[in-house]
């Protein structure tokens, strides 16, 4: 498997793998508004990096956004599609939830 290059690299805490995009979007604006600090790590199409192998250890289907949280443990997640990925936040971010529903309320799925 090709190693990530040093400046793409996950760092500790929260990783965001992504363009200016609407799918990327989505997740630095639900990061912005919990307050998370975060590491952008932006992905250049025009060079191919979403489809290199490097970033098929993230994201095996070479698309944005994906996230590496790496904690304080040095244990990590690895998350991509964008829906899945502001599951993974608001789990993990929003206990009190402040922009999402608690899983068991109707609202959770509307
Ligand atoms: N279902 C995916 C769609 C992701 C997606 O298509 N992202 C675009 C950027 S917004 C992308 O990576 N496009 C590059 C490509 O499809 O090769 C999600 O919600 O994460």
């Not at 199409?45 to 970033?55: N, R, S, V």
């Not at 949280?69 to 829906?83: A, K, L, P, R």
């Not at 009190?96 to 529903?101: A, D, F, I, M, Y």
Request: one cysteine or more; proline letters at 10%.
């Amino acid at each position: 498997m090709a190693t990530i290059p040093p400046e793409k690299a996950p760092k500790p805490g929260l990783n965001i793998y992504g363009r200016a995009a609407v799918n990327p979007d989505k997740l630095t604006i639900a990061a912005e508004e919990l307050g998370i600090p975060y590491n952008y790590i932006h992905m250049d199409m025009l060079a191919g990096e979403p489809k290199t192998e490097w970033y098929a250890s993230i994201n095996p289907n070479g698309r944005m956004p994906a996230v590496v949280h790496i904690n304080e443990d040095g244990t990590s997640v690895t998350v991509f599609e964008s829906g899945s990925c502001l599951l993974y936040l608001a789990n993990e971010f929003d206990k009190e939830h402040t922009l999402s529903n608690p899983i068991a309320k109707p609202e959770y799925w509307t």
